[in-house]
């Protein structure tokens, strides 16, 4: 039960957070993907020429955020898959395990 307010009250500040700090300005919400490129040049001097290209490009910016989003949202199922997979076999074996002490208990108590 403490674990859930805990988390109401987290999930609470990130969004009074974001609010706030949405409110307050006018910002930009892009990637950092070409922030690279210009350290790269200013260190080399324009030299570097990458040596990979990518296989396809995405036709615009919004395709490749939903396939950005795909992705993450696919990695979190798989994640989030196998966290609860060994947390109910985790709570399985304890319940086993407390079921044995129990029918030890009885047996001895029988006897």
Known sequence: MK????????????????????????HE???????????????TGGSYHPWAESIWTPPSGEIESLLFALQAAFGSIIIGYFLGYYRGLAK?????????????LNARSAR
Do not use: C
């Open 92 to 104: 399985a074996r304890g319940s086993l395990q407390a079921e044995e002490r129990e029918g030890n």
């Open 3 to 26: 674990l859930e307010y805990i988390t109401i009250l987290v999930l609470a500040l990130f969004i009074a957070a974001f609010a706030y700090v949405s409110s307050t300005g006018n």
């Open 29 to 43: 919400w892009s990637g950092a993907d070409d922030k690279p490129e210009a350290v790269i040049d200013v260190l």
